[in-house]
C-alpha cells in the first residue's frame, strides 16, 4: 500500500517542525509505528534521548499517549514551536470536541488496514449481551472515558436513544466485565479482533466510527496570517514574562505602570493617524502589541481572547 513520505509532509508545511509526536500505548503504538516505517520514518531507529524522546538525524522525536497529542501538539504552538502529531482520527475529534477553539488541521491521513482487526481497523461500537434486546426506559451505558464526548454525541444524536436520558458511567479499563456482569446495560468501546467481546459473551449492536491514522498539525488555515501573527505575538511576550531579558518588552512586563501608560500613548497615536497625522497599520500594530503586554501582565492568553471574539460572531 501506497503510504504518503512523511519527510514531505513535514517539508509541505513550510513550517520549521520542532518534533513529531508519536503514540506509545501499546493498540495504537504498533500499528502507527509500522506505517510511519513505510512513510519513510523507522522510529525503530531512532536514538533514545531520554525517557519519552528519540531522535533521527534532525528530527526530535516524543513518545506520549495518542489521545494526549492533539493536546500537545495545541501545548508546542502555544509555546512558539510547530510540532507535528500522529494518532488516530478518533482521538482527534474527541479533542476537538472538548476544545472547539483549537487551530488543528489534518496535514495527511494513512488509512489503517489490518486483516486482524473485525473492520479492517478499529471501530468504536456499541456493544451489549449478545441476543439480548435494548433495555427499555433507562439505559445504563458503560462509556470508555477516552471517548466521552464522542459517545455522548452518539447517545444525543441515535434515534435508538430518542426520548431517554441513558445513564453514563465512564471507565478507564474493565468495561466489557461492567456489562457481561449485568453492572451496565449496555457498553460503548473500541472492537479491534472482537475476541474478547466474544469471549465475555457481548455482541455489536451497533458500529458507531471507524478510525484511521492521521498527521496533525497546528496550522489550521483559519489562523494563517493575522490569527497567528497575534498569537506570536502573545506567545513572544509571554516569553519575555518567564525569562526576562534587557529588551524593553522585558522592562514593560516588571512594571505596570509603565506598560499602562505605552498603551495610552499607543492609542494616542493611533488615533493621530486616523486624523491623518501618521500611518494607520504600524500604529494599529503598536497598540496590538501595547495590548499583549497589559493582557499578558494580567494573565490572559489568546485563547481566552480567541473564545470571547468567537463568543461575539454567533
Avoid: H
Avoid at 126 to 152: D, H, M, N, S
Amino acid at each position: 500500500m501506497y503510504r504518503e513520505n512523511i519527510y514531505g509532509i513535514l517539508e509541505g508545511t513550510k513550517e520549521k517542525i520542532s518534533a513529531i509526536i508519536v503514540p506509545k500505548n501499546s493498540g495504537l503504538k504498533g500499528y502507527a509505528w509500522k506505517v510511519l516505517k513505510e512513510a519513510g520514518l523507522d522510529i525503530g531507529q531512532a536514538e533514545r534521548t531520554g525517557k519519552d524522546s528519540a531522535r533521527i538525524g534532525g528530527l526530535e522525536v516524543l513518545f506520549q499517549r495518542g489521545e494526549d497529542i492533539p493536546k500537545i501538539v495545541m501545548d508546542e504552538f502555544r509555546m512558539g514551536r510547530v510540532a507535528l502529531g500522529v494518532t488516530g482520527d478518533d482521538l482527534y475529534d474527541e479533542f476537538r470536541l472538548r476544545d472547539p477553539s483549537n487551530t488543528l488541521k489534518v496535514e495527511n491521513t494513512y488509512d489503517w488496514t489490518d486483516t486482524a482487526a473485525k473492520f479492517l481497523r478499529p471501530a468504536l461500537c456499541l456493544i451489549g449481551k449478545q441476543g439480548a434486546p435494548l433495555p427499555e426506559g433507562e439505559a445504563k451505558v458503560a462509556l470508555t472515558a477516552k471517548y466521552e464526548l464522542t459517545g455522548r454525541e452518539y447517545l444525543a444524536k441515535s434515534p435508538q436513544f430518542r426520548g431517554r436520558a441513558p445513564k453514563v458511567n465512564l471507565y478507564t479499563g474493565g468495561l466489557e466485565r461492567a456489562v457481561a456482569t449485568g453492572a451496565n446495560d449496555i457498553g460503548i468501546d473500541v472492537v479491534y479482533t472482537g475476541n474478547s467481546l466474544e469471549g465475555n459473551g457481548l455482541g455489536i449492536i451497533d458500529e458507531i466510527r471507524f478510525s484511521d491514522l492521521v498527521v496533525i498539525s497546528p496550522l489550521k488555515r483559519e489562523e494563517s496570517g493575522i490569527g497567528r501573527a497575534v498569537r506570536k505575538e502573545f506567545e513572544r511576550i509571554r516569553q519575555r514574562l518567564d525569562n526576562p531579558t534587557d529588551s524593553y518588552t522585558s522592562r514593560l512586563l516588571a512594571d505596570p505602570e509603565k506598560a499602562a501608560r505605552k498603551f495610552v500613548e499607543e492609542g494616542y497615536e493611533f488615533v493621530q493617524a486616523y486624523w491623518g497625522r501618521g500611518k494607520m497599520v504600524p500604529e494599529m500594530a503598536d497598540v496590538i502589541y501595547a495590548a499583549v503586554v497589559l493582557a499578558t501582565i494580567r494573565g490572559c492568553t489568546v485563547d481566552d481572547l480567541t473564545k470571547e471574539m468567537l463568543s461575539r460572531q454567533k
